[in-house]
């Protein structure tokens, strides 16, 4: 096997965590104007504690399922593959995004359901109307 494309991991935890900081920020619209150098700068001199929102969205035990799927061993050492470590990069951004859904739907901020033709669940906002109609069954008006 040509091993030009292989990265080895000599620390998965310290990688894990680059990773979760580099999705959670690159999701800020503040950092789509910054060049490459200046976001890698930023990040790493946050430190994981900086933020709890990032470990509800990006859980590191998530993270490092994911992670895991895409390494291997060989000669005791672990390795990952460029287009790998991109393909886990991309779906701890998919679990993000379902992460903030979830919360939304645990809000009660939007609907959702299952939809069979696209054996997928489908997700809508609430309207006032329907937000406010919750309200006062949560909390009826006594005379």
């Not at 091993?3 to 080895?8: I, Q, T, V």
């Not at 700068?41 to 969205?57: A, G, Q, R």
């Not at 390795?79 to 790998?84: A, L, P, V």
Request: hydrophobic share 40%; charged share 35%.
């Amino acid at each position: 096997m040509e091993k030009d494309d292989w990265m080895e991991v000599s620390n998965s935890k310290k990688l894990i965590d680059f990773s979760r900081k580099l999705v959670y920020y690159n999701f800020d619209d503040e950092t789509a104007l910054m060049d490459d150098i200046t976001f890698l700068n930023k990040i790493d001199k946050i430190d994981l504690d900086y933020d709890p929102e990032m470990d509800v969205l990006l859980p590191f035990n998530e993270c490092e399922i994911i992670f895991m799927s895409f390494t291997f061993m060989e000669d005791k050492v672990l390795y990952i593959k460029d287009d790998d470590y991109d393909t886990f990069l991309m779906q701890m951004n998919r679990r993000m995004i379902s992460n903030i859904v979830q919360g939304l739907v645990k809000k009660g901020v939007l609907h959702t359901a299952f939809d069979n033709e696209k054996n997928d669940f489908i997700f809508w906002v609430k309207t006032e109307e329907e937000m406010e109609a919750e309200d006062e069954e949560e909390n009826p008006e006594t005379d």
